[in-house]
């Protein structure tokens, strides 16, 4: 397998494992916040579900932004890839908003596969992006950082 390639999967990879520890490491603090606020996760899902669609989706894609902000990667690419999160999110909660799918278990699948979908799709539209190191980027990042 070319070096590349195995950039391009590595990258995929990455934000698969900093979209899960996002929903795990800051989906419990936001539900500490929920309960301050005498309400919790499953309230929110049963009176709110959009809400819980779009809490869901931000925890999953702040890890991600700031995981590719560290390898160097830019806004444009941070911007995508965030779409690519809450387009299906959007779209989700659409479909719940028109009674067209109701079942939200179902509304789940459908919203993380798509999400798993976008960011292969924009990975794929930029492979230029996503197949060498940023650590070049990164390193002058750090050093802006250093110096200011």
Not at 94 to 108: E, F, K, M
Not at 123 to 136: K, V
Request: net charge negative; hydrophobic share 55%.
């Amino acid at each position: 397998m070319s070096s590349p390639t195995k950039h391009f999967i590595r990258h995929y990879i990455e934000m698969v494992v900093a979209m899960f520890a996002g929903m795990a490491i800051l989906g419990m603090p936001f539900g500490w916040l929920l309960g301050a606020a005498g309400s919790s996760w499953q309230e929110l899902t049963d009176t709110a579900p959009a809400l819980m669609f779009l809490a869901m989706a931000t925890t999953m894609t702040v890890p991600m932004v700031g995981w590719m902000v560290y390898r160097g990667h830019g806004r444009r690419a941070n911007a995508e890839m965030s779409a690519s999160m809450f387009v299906p999110t959007f779209a989700v909660i659409g479909l719940l908003g028109a009674d067209l799918v109701t079942d939200l278990s179902v509304l789940l699948v459908i919203e993380h596969v798509a999400m798993l979908a976008g960011m292969l799709a924009v990975m794929l539209m930029r492979p230029a992006e996503y197949t060498h190191h940023h650590a070049d980027a990164r390193l002058r990042v750090e050093a802006q950082q250093v110096s200011a």
